[in-house]
């Protein structure tokens, strides 16, 4: 299996001529599209969603391209995870989130091997030329340290800001999901000791474990089911409600 994840959007052609290279280089394999709707550039939200994802997938490799960097000095690169899968794309942190939910990073190598990549390899779209080579011969068995020159300096991505006090609780957005729901960067744990009835930002909460114990229209906090806390709005729109997006702090009182 190969999975996909991009923020190349759907109104283009970029998903589908990388399909298009995946199924000439690796016939036999079943390629998932994980989302290509990643907002333009998002490495961060890229990543979380990317290591949300996987552990529900069978093992395999998972291609990803959120690449703001793409034809400049950032490297290509490929992980192998403590689960036997594989990761590829580019060393811009993007990778380095899903590898550790895989059990961590086993071996790493930046691509420098151009026999694996296309004949031509443009500037502007290395997920055609470049990723998704790599991805279908890695697939089809290739041996990982074929593809290059082993690394142990990948980039990861800053921690993202949590600070938990007595009565209060601050933590960065995460993402924001389709339905408006906002995941804090807090894990479900710091929940544990929050009573029932809270403020988000100011705002009366109810500390619950689903939106349907909230009337509708309230706001809730809860763990959702990637093990963050959360916050929601009964039958609508929290991130609009509360005016936020990810990078955004979030101030839970109690």
């Known amino acids: 299996m190969i999975s996909f994840t991009t923020d190349y959007g759907l109104s283009d052609g970029f998903v589908a001529a990388c399909h298009g290279v995946l199924a000439r280089l690796a016939p036999q394999a079943r ?17 979380a969603i990317l290591a949300q994802t996987v552990p529900s997938l069978p093992r395999g490799v998972h291609l990803a391209v959120v690449d703001p960097g793409v034809g400049t000095a950032r490297r290509p690169i ?22 550790l939910a895989l059990g961590g990073v086993a071996t790493a190598v930046a691509l420098t091997n151009r026999s694996w990549f296309a004949p031509q390899v443009s500037h502007t779209f290395h997920g055609r030329d470049i990723f998704a080579p790599v991805a279908a011969r890695l697939s089809e068995g290739a041996a990982l340290l074929d593809a290059g020159e082993e690394i142990t300096d990948w980039v990861t991505l800053p921690q993202p800001y949590v600070e938990q006090t007595p009565g209060r609780l601050v933590a960065e957005v995460q993402t924001v999901d389709h339905f408006g729901n906002v995941q804090l960067a807090a894990t479900a744990a710091a929940l544990s000791r929050i009573p029932a009835h809270v403020a988000v930002n100011g705002a009366p909460a109810l500390h619950t474990t689903t939106f349907g114990n909230a009337n509708p229209n309230a706001l809730v906090l809860l763990a959702d089911s990637a093990g ?3 916050v929601a709005v009964n039958g609508g729109n929290a991130a609009e409600r509360l005016t936020l ?10």
């Not at 994980?34 to 998002?42: E, N, R, S, V």
């Not at 490929?78 to 590898?99: C, E, K, W």
């Open 245 to 254: 997006s990810p990078g955004d702090r979030v101030t839970i009182t109690y």
């Open 228 to 230: 963050y806390a959360a």
């Open 31 to 47: 390629v998932l599209d994980i989302t290509h709707l990643i907002p333009p550039g998002d490495v961060r939200r890229g990543a």
């Open 78 to 99: 490929a992980i192998a995870t403590a689960d036997g899968s594989f990761l590829v794309g580019p060393d811009n942190g993007l990778l380095v989130p899903a590898a």
